[in-house]
């Protein structure tokens, strides 16, 4: 079984700046992705941005991006520029490849943008 | 694409009463999951289907909680007798299994509430 670690359960940053939200997972797949979704205060889940295991490259979408380190079992996100409506909170999840496309979600990171 | 589309947004009952909830997933969309939001043990997979079979319902709590999916586009959750300890919002989520990778797609959730 997967698991999904968010030591975080909460953190604050002033607009503009950066802040890098911290992931551990554990598993014995060799082959599976990783997720980042956010939750907006209107409850709606949102996919921020997905890496796959195989590949080294950093994922990156606009101001987002994840510094993923496969041999730690690590999976961060660090959001630059941070705006108001980055407000929320943030999921960590897996997903093994083959497996029904099944998620494991960690408990979230709530996300304070401070103006 | 209308996005995953669940009804009611909200619902208020009595304990006791039995509750349905229902989710249309998205239109070629072969994989559907059930999750509940709770404050206390945040998002929990409840049950999965795919190609509208039940692939694993381990996480529905008690034999309370029950789910069908009848065709491609719709499913429900029931809950009967319902009880203050259910009040949560529940997720539908689906994608498309068969390409790694493919992220789940959340519906707005039902927030449910029990007296």
């Known amino acids: 079984a997967q698991t999904v670690t968010q030591s975080q359960p909460e953190m604050s940053v002033q607009e503009a700046e950066t802040v890098t939200l911290s992931c551990t997972y554990d598993?014995?797949?060799?082959?599976?992705?990783l997720f980042w979704y956010k939750q907006p205060p209107s409850r709606q889940m949102i996919l921020v941005i997905r890496?796959?295991?195989?590949?080294?490259q950093n994922a990156t979408e606009n101001r987002f991006s994840v510094n993923f380190q496969k041999a730690a079992k690590s999976f961060s996100l660090k959001i630059s520029d941070s705006q108001l409506g980055d407000t929320a909170m943030y999921f960590c999840a897996f997903m093994k490849v083959g497996g029904y496309q099944k998620v494991t979600f960690g408990t979230g990171t709530k996300l304070q943008v401070i103006p | 694409d209308a996005g995953v589309i669940q009804s009611p947004r909200h619902e208020v009952t009595e304990m006791g009463q039995e509750v349905t909830l229902r989710c249309k997933p998205i239109?070629?969309?072969?994989?559907l999951f059930w999750y509940r939001q709770t404050m206390m043990r945040g998002l929990e997979l409840l049950i999965y289907?795919?190609?509208?079979?039940?692939?694993?319902d381990s996480g529905m709590p008690e034999d309370r909680f029950s789910a069908k999916m009848p065709n491609a586009s719709f499913s429900t959750l029931k809950i009967q007798p319902s009880e203050p300890r259910d009040s949560a919002v529940y997720f539908c989520?689906?994608?498309?299994?068969?390409?790694?990778?493919?992220?789940?797609?959340f519906g707005p959730g039902t927030r449910l509430t029990v007296l």
């Open positions: 890496q796959e295991a195989y590949k080294q």
């Open positions: 989520a689906s994608s498309l299994s068969g390409d790694p990778g493919n992220e789940q797609f």
């Open positions: 289907f795919n190609n509208n079979v039940p692939i694993d």
């Open positions: 239109s070629g969309h072969n994989s």
């Open positions: 598993t014995s797949e060799n082959n599976y992705y």
